[in-house]
């Protein structure tokens, strides 16, 4: 039953084989069993590789599936379709297209693997794209609020600026008249004489217009600093807003690309490996002399071809001694006087229905 289902993998004719020796079905037996074995790798290769695309099992394994299905088509017909010839030269150029399909299948095939087998490293390099984006990310985001913010900062210390020089202004007021009152300045009269009311009263009108400047300044901060909390809010949410798209940055294309920044030795020696099964089939049929199965097929086209040929020449001489009978009967008959007179009568007759038809289309013109 295996062996049956692995010969009928390889693309023999299995009524040929059947006829031919255990060692020659064996050898078929084994190209069915790598065209097999490779089907199922497509698969399980392709089924991965579309997971990471649609995040769905179900999809996943229906498209590989598919998909191994088709390889298993494409190799059964690569293997099948390679005929022996008398020259190695001859069979490697007529297998040259094959090989370079399969090396496209080997290649489809072993970088899916590839991406499974490296999985925990391609997912640190992975991490490592995803924290560059992420301050990236930020730094971009904040060159659309920073100056506005630097903005409001700026004058936020511009008004602190005003209340702290007007504050100085009024405690060197203070001091002054306080100095007048002890007489350790100024008039150097001790008491609180007509100097002092002055400077007390310039005092207490710097003071007032402190204490208005105060409210109003520390109205205007409450302002801006409430606009850079809005700011604030607004950049952690555009920030917040577009993490996931990062955290979502791990799907095939970035991780093939986060495979090749990862040494290539190892995943050249995996292309290598598939590129030795895909291939293996062909180049067994390629190394294997001429087997007894070869010969059969071989008889059998040129049974085929020669009866194909012998009717073709049967066809050809039918037509040939066709056209001979039939130029000696129309020889013969062109001898005949009856059958000139009846033809000639004839074309009489045609004449003059075209002369009378002529006649009538021209009265009718005028």
Known sequence: MLKRFFILCSGADADILSTCGNGEQNKYVGIGATVFFTAIMAFIAAAYALYTVFDNYFAAIFFGLIWGVLIFNLDRFIVSTIKKKEHFLDEFLQATPRIILAIIIAVVISKPLELKIFEKEIDRVLLEQKNDFTLANQQQIATQYTPT?????????????????????????????????????????????????????????????????????????????????ELTASYEDQVATSQPIINNFDGLMARINALGKLPWLPSFFIFLLFLAIETSPIFAKLLSPKGEYDFRIEDLENEVKNWVAQKQDQRNALLETDHTINDRVYNDLAEEEELFEYKKKIAREIMKKQQDAFYKRQTGIL
Do not use: C, M
């Open 149 to 229: 913010i630097d903005a409001l900062n700026t004058e936020i210390n511009k008004l602190k600026g005003e209340i702290a020089t007007k504050e100085t202004e009024v405690n060197i007021l203070y001091d002054t008249y306080i100095a007048e009152a002890e007489g350790r300045k100024g008039t150097e009269i001790l008491g609180k004489g007509p100097v002092y009311k002055e400077k007390r009263e310039k005092h207490d009108a710097e003071l007032a217009a402190l204490v208005t400047l105060k409210k109003e300044n520390v109205a205007r901060i409450s302002e801006l600093e409430k606009q850079k909390i």
